[in-house]
C-alpha cells in the first residue's frame, strides 16, 4: 500500500479515489489512526479537487463504519422482501451459489443475468473479474444503459467519442450555459470553476426546467417544459442562421450534413420554440445573441435533459452548436457533456471477452427489468431469467416502474444473489447476501467523465468483519465453477496494471495518486473529432439528421392521458443522496429530512395542497406517497419528485419510480426518468 507522509500526530495518510458516479471523481485522503479510519478528505494538490469534497463524500467514514452494514455471509430464511436472513460462512454461501448457478447454466446459461451499474466507477471492483466470470458462464449480457447512454450514443453518434472541453477552462469563458445540470448538488468542482468565470465577468445561463440552487446563482434561467430541449436547440439555431451568426469556415472544413439541419432549424422561429418550451420568444432570441456573441462561450452539458423520449436527438442538437459558431476554436469554448471517451482503458485486458469462446448470449436492458423478469420463455425472448446476480446496483429502488420491478424480484422461483454493503430494497428479495468491501478497504483505480485525469485508490483498511471485493467474491465463484483459466488467478493489481494497456502504469499513478492525459488545450480547435470523417457528424451515417422529438408522455403528444394526468413529473437527485448511495447515512438523511415533491403554488392551490402535506402522486402504474413542497422550484404543470430514496425508509413503502415508466429514448436504449405524467392529490398525513 503507498501512502503519502505521516500526519504530524502519526496517523497515515493514504491516497484514494471517490468512486462515486459523478464528474468529479475527486482526489481523496483517507487518515487513519491505530488501523481504523478516521476522517476523508479533499487532496488539496489535485487540481479539479483542490482539497474540498461535497458533503455526502466526507461522510464516507459514517457510511463504513456504519452500524447496519452487512459484515458476514446471510441467507435468506423468511419470505422474498421480508428482509430476514441468517448468517453463514463464506464457504456455505459460495459453495450454494455455485451449485444453483451451475445447475441453472447446464440448461441455458443465459437464463443468468447480471444486474450492476456505477456503485463503484472504478476499473477493477467494477467490470473486471465479474466480467470475466460472466462471460466465461455463457450468462445474457447486460445492457447498461440506466443513466447516461442516450446522451453516450449521441457524442459518438456526432463527435464520435464522449469527449469535450476541459473542464479547467469554462474559468476563461464568457458565456456558460449549464444545460440539464444542477452543478452546485452533482458536479461541485465544475461549480467552483463557473464562479471563477463569474467573477471575471463571465455571464452564466441555467437551463433547466426547475428552479435549481444552481439557478439561483445564476444570471438567468430559462424554465423551459421537460424534454423540449432539442426545441430550444432548434430555436437558437434559427436565429444564428437569420442573422449570420454562423462561423461558414468553420462549418465547411469541419462538419457533414449542415445544409439538411439548416432547412430543418429554418423551420423553427423563435415563437415556435418558445411555445413548445414554455418560454418567451423574446429569450429564445436573447439567449441565441449572447451565444453568437459572447465569445468564448462554452455549454456545460449534464445527463438530467437526456431522460426523456428525445433526449439523445436533443444532445446531438446542442452539441452542434458550438460547430456552428466556431466556438471550439477556443479553449475556453465548446462543450462539455463528458470526458470518458479520452481515456485509453483497455476494456479488453480487463473484461476478457474471448471467455464467451464463440457464443453470442442474448442482451437485457437494465432499464426494462421490471417486465423481463415477468416475461416467460419465448423464441423471441430466449429462456425465462431464473438468476440475478446483483452488484454495484439497487434496482429494486432505482430502476423505472418498480410495482414491476418488485413483482419481478418477489417471484419464488427466482434465484437471487445480491453484493452490497447494506440491506438495501434489493437486498430484502436476496436469497444471499454477500458482504462486500468499501472504497476504504480495496485497490482500485479510476477515471472521470468531468475532467482528464487517472487516478489511484489504494486500501487504507483491512476489510471491515468478513467483507471481500468484488474481484475476490468473483475469484472464488470462479473457482468452485471449475474456472481455470489464469485470468481468473490475477490478484488486483495484476489487473490494475492492464487497465490502461501500459500506456499509464500504476508506478506513475502511485507518485503522486493521479496522471493527467496528454491532451490538447483546444481539443477541436482544427477538427479532427474522432468520427471515420474527422468532421462533426451532423448528418450521421447510423442516425440520420438529428430533429427535435416530443416526450412519451405530455398534454401535447397524449392530451387524453394528459386530461386524466395532467402534470409532468422530473425526479432530479436530492441534494444529499447520490442515486440511492448514502440514503441510510442518518446524518445525510437528518439533512434531508423526508421524501418531498415540490410543486407550484398554483397547482397546490387549484388541488387544495397546503405546504408540508402529504400527498399522493398517482398514475395508472402506481402512486407514491410524499410531503408537499409548495415552492416556486417547481415551474407551474410540473412537479419535482426529489428522489432516489429507498423505498422502506419512504411513506408507505413507496418511491418516485412508482409512477415512472420503462419506454425508452430515441438514441442509447435509455430510460424517461424525466417523460412521465401524474396527478397529485392531497392525502391523509402518515409515518
Known amino acids: 500500500m503507498m501512502t503519502s507522509p505521516a500526519a504530524a500526530d502519526g496517523a497515515r495518510i493514504v491516497r484514494a479515489a471517490c468512486p462515486h458516479d459523478c464528474p468529479d471523481t475527486c482526489a481523496m485522503q483517507v487518515v487513519v489512526e491505530g488501523g481504523r479510519a478516521v476522517r476523508v478528505q479533499g487532496r488539496p494538490e489535485h487540481p479539479s479537487t483542490h482539497g474540498a469534497l461535497c458533503r455526502k463524500v466526507s461522510r464516507y467514514v459514517e457510511r463504513t463504519y456504519h452500524p447496519q452494514r452487512v459484515l458476514h455471509p446471510l441467507r435468506r430464511v423468511g419470505p422474498k422482501g421480508a428482509g430476514q436472513f441468517e448468517r453463514v460462512g463464506w464457504d456455505e454461501a459460495l459453495d450454494a451459489i455455485a451449485q444453483r448457478l451451475s445447475n441453472i447454466a447446464s440448461r441455458d446459461p443465459q437464463a443468468i443475468v447480471p444486474y450492476s451499474y456505477a456503485g463503484t466507477m472504478g476499473l477493477v471492483q467494477g467490470e473486471s473479474m465479474s466480467a470475466r466470470f460472466f ?92 424534454g423540449t430541449d432539442g426545441a430550444l436547440a432548434l430555436g437558437l439555431m434559427h436565429e444564428l442562421i437569420v442573422n449570420g451568426w454562423l462561423d461558414d469556415d468553420y462549418i465547411e472544413r469541419h462538419t457533414l450534413g449542415w445544409p439538411a439541419l439548416r432547412e430543418r432549424a429554418l423551420q423553427w422561429p423563435p415563437e415556435r420554440a418558445a411555445a413548445e418550451c414554455g418560454v418567451s420568444a423574446q429569450a429564445v432570441r436573447g439567449l441565441a445573441r449572447d451565444y453568437a456573441t459572447m465569445t468564448p462561450a462554452a455549454i456545460r452539458l449534464n445527463y438530467g435533459m437526456q431522460r426523456a423520449r428525445g433526449g439523445g436527438n436533443a444532445v446531438r442538437l446542442i452539441a452542434i452548436l458550438p460547430c456552428l459558431t466556431g466556438a471550439w476554436r477556443h479553449r475556453a469554448g465548446g462543450l462539455l457533456l463528458s470526458s470518458s471517451g479520452w481515456f485509453p482503458v483497455d476494456r479488453a485486458a480487463l473484461q476478457r471477452p474471448e471467455l464467451l469462446a464463440g457464443r453470442d448470449p442474448r442482451t437485457i436492458n ?231 415533491l415540490e410543486i407550484h ?66 438514441l442509447g436504449r435509455a430510460p424517461c426518468f424525466y417523460d412521465v405524467l401524474v396527478e397529485v392529490a392531497a392525502a391523509p398525513a402518515v409515518r
Open 366 to 596: 437494465m432499464s426494462t427489468i421490471g417486465d423481463d423478469l415477468l416475461r416467460e420463455a419465448s423464441p423471441g425472448f430466449g429462456p425465462k431469467i431464473e438468476a440475478l446476480v446483483v452488484y454495484n446496483s439497487n434496482p429494486v429502488a432505482v430502476a423505472p416502474e418498480s410495482p414491476k420491478v418488485v413483482q419481478g424480484f418477489a417471484r419464488e422461483d427466482l434465484f437471487t444473489v445480491v453484493l452490497e454493503h447494506f440491506l438495501t430494497d434489493t437486498a430484502d428479495f436476496a436469497d444471499y447476501v454477500l458482504p462486500a468491501t468499501t472504497q476504504l478497504e480495496h485497490l482500485d483505480v479510476h477515471t472521470s467523465y468531468g475532467h482528464t485525469d487517472v487516478l489511484i485508490n489504494e486500501p487504507a483498511i483491512a476489510p471491515v468483519g468478513q467483507a471481500r471485493p468484488n474481484t475476490q467474491i468473483f475469484r472464488d465463484l470462479a473457482a468452485r465453477m471449475g474456472y481455470t483459466e489464469p485470468c481468473f488467478a490475477e490478484t488486483d493489481e495484476e489487473i490494475a496494471a492492464q487497465a490502461f494497456g501500459g500506456r499509464i502504469t500504476l508506478a506513475q499513478l502511485r507518485q503522486q495518486g493521479w496522471v493527467k492525459l496528454p491532451l490538447p488545450e483546444a481539443p477541436f480547435a482544427e477538427g479532427g473529432f474522432p468520427t471515420a470523417s474527422g468532421r462533426c457528424e451532423i448528418d450521421s451515417p447510423r442516425h440520420g439528421v438529428p430533429d427535435y422529438l416530443p416526450n412519451h408522455e405530455s398534454p401535447t403528444a397524449t392530451p387524453h392521458l394528459a386530461a386524466r394526468y395532467p402534470l409532468a413529473m422530473i425526479s432530479p437527485p436530492a441534494r444529499n443522496f447520490l442515486n440511492s448511495s448514502f440514503v441510510n447515512v442518518q446524518s445525510l438523511r437528518d439533512i434531508e429530512g423526508e421524501p418531498l
Open 135 to 226: 462471460h466465461r458462464l455463457g450468462a445474457s449480457r447486460l445492457d447498461r444503459t440506466i443513466c447516461a447512454s442516450a446522451g453516450a450514443e449521441a457524442l459518438m453518434a456526432t463527435y464520435g467519442g464522449k469527449v469535450g472541453m476541459h473542464v479547467e477552462h469554462f474559468a476563461e469563458s464568457r458565456l456558460i450555459l449549464i444545460w440539464g445540470s444542477n452543478s452546485i448538488a452533482s458536479n461541485l468542482h465544475f461549480w467552483s470553476v463557473a464562479q471563477e468565470a463569474k467573477r471575471r465577468g463571465a455571464k452564466l445561463v441555467c437551463i433547466d426546467p426547475r428552479r435549481t440552487e444552481t439557478a439561483d446563482k445564476c444570471h438567468e434561467h430559462l424554465a423551459l417544459r421537460p
Open 601 to 666: 403554488p398554483d397547482d397546490a392551490a387549484a388541488r387544495g395542497i397546503a405546504d408540508g402535506a402529504v400527498v399522493r402522486v398517482f398514475n395508472d402504474r402506481g402512486e407514491y406517497w410524499c410531503t408537499a413542497r409548495v415552492s416556486d422550484r417547481a415551474r407551474p404543470g410540473v412537479v419535482n419528485g426529489l428522489g432516489i430514496w429507498w423505498r422502506k425508509l419512504g411513506l408507505r413503502g413507496s418511491n418516485v419510480n412508482e409512477v415512472t415508466h420503462q419506454r425508452l429514448t430515441d
